[in-house]
């Protein structure tokens, strides 16, 4: 079945430090998702992306729908304490745009 | 507007138990999915409905995972007999899929334990 593979794994940076994460998949994707993950909630989704190329932002979040189609790019700027959590890459299985794969999430921590 | 609605938010039992955990989704959504999340095999799809029928369960681990949703603002997904490997925290998620642009909204979760 399909793979989505996010890297870093985790990262702990400062307040006020750009990130980049990124998500790697194992086949083409048609839609890529960013959600992300507060202690003890559900998934919110932060960014959807529907063509290759693709660049959009929300705020402080700027996300890529690579040009291969198999890879996706979240970058945070000017990081805050809130943007602590667990970011989750996301896109439609093989099998209908209703099911969904997840990936392996990036952990963000941030250093005071 | 009210999100999904998880019930209950925490559940510790005993292995052998019958734990029920329930889930109101948005109003109006057509679809709702049943997720579970664990740090070893993160967040994985156990089952999803259309319009209240099941569309797919192959996520579903074993026959001791059973789900219903008998109509369209209310789901259970049931555990007969549940063991140790069942604790984890069991997500419901809502859309309204005839509209791609429309998300998931996820609830908060149902923390699970069993001892």
């Known amino acids: 079945g399909q793979q989505l593979n996010q890297s870093p794994q985790s990262m702990f940076i400062q307040e006020g430090e750009d990130v980049s994460m990124n998500c790697t998949s194992s086949?083409?994707?048609?839609?890529w998702l960013w959600y992300k993950q507060d202690p003890g909630e559900g998934p919110v989704l932060l960014i959807a992306?529907?063509?290759?190329?693709e660049l959009t932002s929300n705020g402080r979040l700027t996300a890529q729908f690579g040009i291969t189609r198999k890879d996706s790019f979240l970058n945070i700027s000017a990081s805050i304490p809130s943007d602590v959590g667990i970011y989750f890459c996301?896109?439609?299985?093989?099998?209908?745009?209703?099911?969904?794969?997840f990936g392996t999430g990036t952990r963000l921590t941030i250093i005071p | 507007d009210a999100g999904v609605i998880q019930s209950p938010r925490h559940e510790v039992t005993e292995m052998g138990q019958e734990v029920t955990l329930r889930c109101k989704p948005i109003s109006g959504h057509n679809s709702l999915f049943w997720y579970r999340q664990t740090m070893m095999r993160g967040l994985e799809l156990l089952i999803y409905f259309n319009n209240n029928v099941p569309i797919d369960d192959s996520g579903m681990p074993e026959d001791r995972f059973s789900a219903k949703m008998p109509n369209a603002s209310f789901s259970t997904l049931k555990i007969q007999p549940s063991e140790p490997r069942d604790s984890a925290v069991y997500f419901c998620?809502?859309?309204?899929?005839?509209?791609?642009?429309?998300?998931?909204?996820f609830g908060d979760g149902t923390r699970l334990s069993i001892l």
């Open positions: 086949s083409i994707f048609n839609t």
């Open positions: 996301a896109g439609p299985s093989n099998f209908g745009n209703e099911k969904l794969t």
């Open positions: 992306l529907y063509k290759a190329g």
């Open positions: 998620a809502s859309t309204l899929t005839a509209n791609r642009n429309q998300p998931q909204h």
